[in-house]
């Protein structure tokens, strides 16, 4: 029996591969001036500092939206949207520039702590900031002048690269810059997703208030593709205007070619650190690459097979194959990979004279049993059986042969399985066998 692991151990080596992917990697990451109010911004920023220190290039985008209302409340004005956009005249223009300069003072004080028996203790974070983003006005859009609203036009990727590499944290204001010296007011998602799709950002992150993402469901769906996003948005759901947001700036983020964006709640502790170093995360991401999916083994694959059938071999419920063995039968091999990990296998031989192929070595990993892959390697499997011409399928099983029956299986003998296979039939495992037609 396999010595018990100490669950913290068993964490930090399941989250070494992450740490070894984001290493040099540029991610943005954008959160709201909610953020920079709350009382848990201090430990948000000690998990922001844990990625710096694990080599990760870090742009942040502060949003201030209450910080500005609260500003225009102390002038006697209420603020003032249309289409979702703030309108912002001169009496505006100032209340932005004083709660975005505070909450960037706040932040870089914060990042620059360094206190003993913190988690900040040594960091020596460098924290820069500057006019990076170029704006332009939104102008006059269906009869309604925006004033001192704009939209990016351009950000200066190269200064920020060079921040970047001196391992500065780059800090972007929702505060614009025009040719002619003008400031405008730019939503920071907007800012936030032109700046990762300009330095070609490994990741975009948004930080959500509230609950988040949800499907028709009620349930916060793990990935979603910018098509699939967008489908949400048009459902008409009241997400709230900063999940809608920051949604959009996910979507528009993948198509500038941007891999990956994850949308995270906020006020769950540790939820950006569980979103970017566990397997599953705890939001949303939105990608246009293949993150899980079926497909044939590699030799690179080899290493995860023998994890996952391993300790069923242990366990004499598999028949043991050698590293050698597999290196031989990897083109036989079905994989599923979920974001490099390898959860599940199979292997198909094939005896196209008899019109009949064999399943063998189906395996998942433990995390994953209840939730249908096991179903997935079986439908792929029969799709390439009758791709192939092949019109039955048999297993060899000594203890799983009712999740097999439950599938179609049916008891057959011995004689009824090739001959080349009925003479490497072990006698002493007796295992049962188990035929399915197909098509």
């Keep these: 029996m396999s010595p018990k692991v100490d669950p913290f151990v068993q964490h930090f080596r399941a989250s070494a591969p992450y740490i070894h992917a984001h290493r040099g990697r540029t991610f943005v990451i954008m959160f709201g001036g909610e953020a920079v109010a709350s009382k848990d911004f201090r430990s948000l920023l000690y998990d922001v500092a844990l990625l710096h220190s694990l080599g990760v290039r870090l742009v942040l985008v502060a949003g201030a939206r209450p910080q500005i209302d609260e500003a225009l409340a102390r002038r006697g004005q209420a603020p003032r949207y249309e289409g979702g956009l703030r309108v912002t005249d001169d009496v505006a223009l100032q209340c932005v520039k004083e709660a975005v300069g505070a909450n960037r003072v706040e932040l870089e004080a914060l990042l620059s702590m360094g206190l003993p028996n913190s988690p900040m203790a040594g960091a020596r974070l460098r924290v820069a900031a500057g006019n990076f983003v170029i704006a332009q006005p939104i102008g006059v859009v269906d009869g309604v002048d925006y004033q001192h609203t704009g939209k990016p036009r351009r950000i200066d990727a190269e200064a920020i690269r060079q921040r970047l590499d001196d391992r500065a944290v780059v800090v972007l204001t929702p505060i614009g810059y025009s040719a002619t010296g003008e400031a405008f007011n730019i939503g920071s998602h907007d800012v936030a997703a032109a700046a990762a799709v300009a330095l070609g950002a490994d990741k975009l992150i948004g930080l959500l208030e509230g609950q988040g993402v949800t499907d028709a469901e009620g349930r916060t769906p793990s990935q979603l593709t910018p098509r699939e996003a967008e489908e949400i948005l048009r459902t008409g759901h009241d ?34 650190l569980r979103e970017l170093f566990t397997r599953d995360g705890v939001g949303t991401m939105v990608t246009s690459e293949l993150f899980e999916g079926v497909r044939p083994a590699q030799q690179s694959d080899i290493g995860g097979i023998l994890a996952l059938i391993e300790p069923l071999e242990e366990q004499g419920v598999l028949v043991r194959r050698s590293r050698e063995m597999l290196e031989n039968d990897i083109d036989r091999f079905t994989v599923i990979e979920r974001d490099g990990m390898v959860l599940g296998c199979t292997a198909l031989y094939a005896y196209p004279d008899d019109g009949i192929a064999e399943l063998a070595c189906l395996v998942i990993h433990p995390d994953y049993r209840t939730s249908g892959r096991g179903d997935q390697l079986l439908q792929y499997l029969e799709r390439e059986c009758l791709a192939q011409g092949l019109d039955r399928l048999f297993v060899l099983t000594t203890q799983t042969s009712h999740w097999f029956r439950e599938r179609g299986f049916e008891s057959c003998e011995l004689n009824d399985i090739p001959e080349a296979r009925r003479s490497h039939y072990d006698q002493g495992r007796r295992s049962k066998i188990l035929m399915k037609p197909l098509g």
């Design 239 to 272: 997400f709230g205007h900063d999940v809608e947001r920051l949604l959009g700036a996910a979507i528009q983020a993948c198509k500038g070619g941007v891999p990956r964006a994850h949308l995270v709640a906020r006020q769950s502790d540790g939820s950006l």
